[in-house]
Nanobody
Framework: QVQLVESGGGLVQPGGSLRLSCVTS????????MSWYRQAPGKERDMVAL???????YYADSVKGRATISRDNAKNTVSLQMDSLKPEDTAVYYC?????????WGQGTQVTVSS
């Protein structure tokens, strides 16, 4: 079955960096768009970035210039490099893909930006 497993979250000081990874299985990874979402306490889950099958990318305005999404089709992995982190980046970050109209999520990884 489809599985998405995120890792790489943690506590980081403002201005720091983190690299989140999502290892996938159960589907032909290279054929599908992959996305990162985040959800802060009391807020909706919002898209942060996506990368499509050919490698085209999209970023939310809130992270544009500070985030880089990438994919490694050989390792069935999508990554999100986050730089110049701000306290408002604090959230649980989720990996997502949609296959035949169904949305799949990982369990999430907590990112906390605090001094």
């Amino acid at each position: 079955q489809v599985q998405l497993v995120e890792s790489g979250g943690g506590l980081v000081q403002p201005g720091g960096s983190l690299r989140l990874s999502c290892v996938t299985s159960g589907f032909t990874f290279s054929n599908y768009t992959m996305s990162w979402y985040r959800q802060a306490p009391g807020k909706e889950r919002d898209m942060v970035a996506l990368i499509n099958s050919p490698g085209g990318t999209y970023y939310a305005d809130s992270v544009k210039g500070r985030a880089t999404i990438s994919r490694d089709n050989a390792k069935n992995t999508v990554s999100l490099q986050m730089d110049s982190l701000k306290p408002e980046d604090t959230a649980v970050y989720y990996c997502n893909t949609r296959i035949f109209g169904r949305s799949y999520w990982g369990q999430g990884t907590q990112v906390t930006v605090s001094s």
